[in-house]
Structures are given as C-alpha cells and as structure tokens.
T-cell receptor, first 110, second 113 residues
Framework: AQRVTQPEKLLSVFKGAPVELKCNYSYSGSPELFWYVQYSRQRLQLLLRHISRESIKGFTADLNKGETSFHLKKPFAQEEDSAMYYCALDGSGNTGKLIFGQGTTLQVKP | DAGITQSPRHKVTETGTPVTLRCHQTENHRYMYWYRQDPGHGLRLIHYSYGVKDTDKGEVSDGYSVSRSKTEDFLLTLESATSSQTSVYFC????????????FGQGTRLTVV
C-alpha cells in the first residue's frame, strides 16, 4: 500500500539552527515526491519536488530509495520558515492523485 | 497565484442538511481534486476529476459526491452532513501536460453542528 509517514507532529528549533523534517514513504515503484508548505492562513504551495532537484528558500530534499526517505533539510532556520510542512507522494501515473503525510509543524523561535 | 477559488470560505450547517462546496478555476487545467484536511491525518483525497463529467473516488469518498459539468467548476456535495465531516476542504488543480505541480485553493472551513 502507498503510504507517507511524517513521524514528528511538531518540530521546534531556534533561529539559525539546522532543520530536518523527516518523511518516509511506502511505494513499490518509482515515486514522485513533493514537499508542500502551508504558512499561517495561506493556501498550500509547492516547496520542492524531487524530480527538479532544486533548492527553494534554502531547503533541499534528497530522495533515498534505499531508506525510502525524502527528508527536508535547511542548514539555518529562519523565523519566516515557521509553517506546516507536508510530504506527499504521487504514485498514480498521470492522474496526479497525491498521498500526504500527516504534516509537521515547524516552529522557529527567535 | 493560480486562478483557483473556493466558495464559501466558511460555513456552519446542521447535521442532516445537504451542503455544496464549489471550486472554480480559470487555468483550464484538466485535473481537479477535493481533499479534506484533518489534524493527525494530513490531507486525504475525497474525489477527483480528469475531465468534464469524468470523476472517480478517492480514499475517503463515503458520504460525498461530486460533479463537473464544465472544465472550470468542480462541485463537492455532502448529501446529508454529519459531524464527522467537520473539516477544512481544499480544492486543487493540475495541468495534465506533464507538469506535476498541484495548485491549491484557499480552503473551505466547514462545521457541522
């Protein structure tokens, strides 16, 4: 079965500290993986997708097929990074149906 | 922002009443989706559409129906609302031309009392 697990409901760090938001997935084929972010009172927006391998707002994520993980990392957290982060999997071919993890709230303290 | 709007943004309704939520897009995207967002569950797919009059069920479709009579509109109907359907509902759209990014609406907060 396809599944995405984000083990941390809340991650609290101080400004300038490194951040790692964990995401593990279960999928038998070659998945497309994404990180979406939801800032307070705003809509979900795409942060990263593994296929593009780009860095957005200082965040990076590497797909590790051996560990079935797609952890989101940032070396120095900023207060404006405080938000809800969702890892998502698209294993549906071209229908675009996304399977989301439970979400992790990142709180960056001053 | 992608041209996607949801209405209403907030609604309180009584148990047993029908409710319809609307998603409207101006992007001419082929795929449209309805998700619900609940604490501890993230977002879960309710129904989706891959074209006019073409819809299919998602993970949590019981108690919901959808219709898509025009490319730009995707309606979600709760035939007889229950308290378990209290949630935040998000519509999303996606271009079927190889771009896999989904664009989300601002959400509808529905409370069933």
């Amino acid at each position: 079965a396809q599944r995405v697990t984000q083990p941390e409901k809340l991650l609290s760090v101080f400004k300038g500290a490194p951040v790692e938001l964990k995401c593990n997935y279960s999928y038998s084929g070659s998945p497309e993986l994404f990180w979406y972010v939801q800032y307070s009172r705003q809509r979900l927006q795409l942060l990263l997708r593994h296929i593009s391998r780009e860095s957005i707002k200082g965040f990076t994520a590497d797909l590790n097929k051996g560990e079935t993980s797609f952890h989101l990392k940032k070396p120095f957290a900023q207060e404006e990074d405080s938000a809800m982060y969702y890892c998502a999997l698209d294993g549906s071919g071209n229908t675009g149906k996304l399977i989301f993890g439970q979400g992790t709230t990142l709180q960056v303290k001053p | 922002d992608a041209g996607i709007t949801q209405s209403p943004r907030h609604k309180v309704t009584e148990t047993g009443t029908p409710v319809t939520l609307r998603c409207h897009q101006t992007e001419n995207h082929r795929y449209m989706y309805w998700y619900r967002q609940d604490p501890g569950h993230g977002l879960r797919l309710i129904h989706y559409s891959y074209g006019v009059k073409d819809t299919d069920k998602g993970e949590v479709s019981d108690g919901y129906s959808v219709s898509r009579s025009k490319t730009e509109d995707f309606l979600l109907t709760l035939e007889s609302a229950t308290s378990s359907q209290t949630s935040v509902y998000f519509c999303a759209i996606r271009d079927g031309q190889g771009n896999t990014e989904a664009f989300f609406g601002q959400g509808t907060r529905l409370t069933v009392v």
